[in-house]
């Protein structure tokens, strides 16, 4: 072989070296710029029966409510919590109170007024 096809062949070889390192340069460069996977969105069903989970949620929620206020985390704890919770006051059964009840203790409640004139007029006063 000639000195020529000796740097020849050198040169190729390290072409192709150059090539795989430039090749595996640009595979780590790239998988290290892709975004991050969503994390694993939870139900509302998964709030639901774990309320731990469900109360650092809405808590997470709150504290960042710009950024995480409209994720689907976020929308799922807090249906739960509403759920879960008292919910809204339109869903709440009525009090029970009926006109009755509300005569009843009417009448058992004494009104201020006769009974502080009744309680001054029968204290005994003291003279000095």
């Not at 795989?20 to 460069?29: E, K, L, M, P, Y």
């Not at 759920?83 to 059964?93: K, Q, S």
């Not at 009926?98 to 004494?110: I, L």
Request: charged fraction near 25%.
């Amino acid at each position: 072989m000639t000195t020529k096809q000796r740097l020849t062949q050198r040169v190729r070889q390290s072409a192709k070296h150059a090539l795989w390192g430039f090749g595996i340069a640009v595979t780590v460069i790239t998988a290290a710029c892709t975004p991050s996977p969503d994390p694993a969105h939870q139900t509302v069903e998964y709030y639901r029966a774990n309320p731990e989970a469900r109360e650092s949620r809405v808590a997470e929620c709150a504290n960042d409510p710009g950024t995480m206020g409209k994720t689907p985390d976020c929308i799922n704890a807090k249906q739960a919590a509403q759920i879960e919770g008292i919910g809204n006051l339109r869903d709440l059964p009525p009090m029970g109170l009926s006109k009755d009840a509300e005569e009843r203790s009417r009448r058992t409640e004494p009104s201020n007024d006769s009974t502080e004139s009744g309680t001054k007029d029968s204290l005994p006063h003291k003279a000095n």
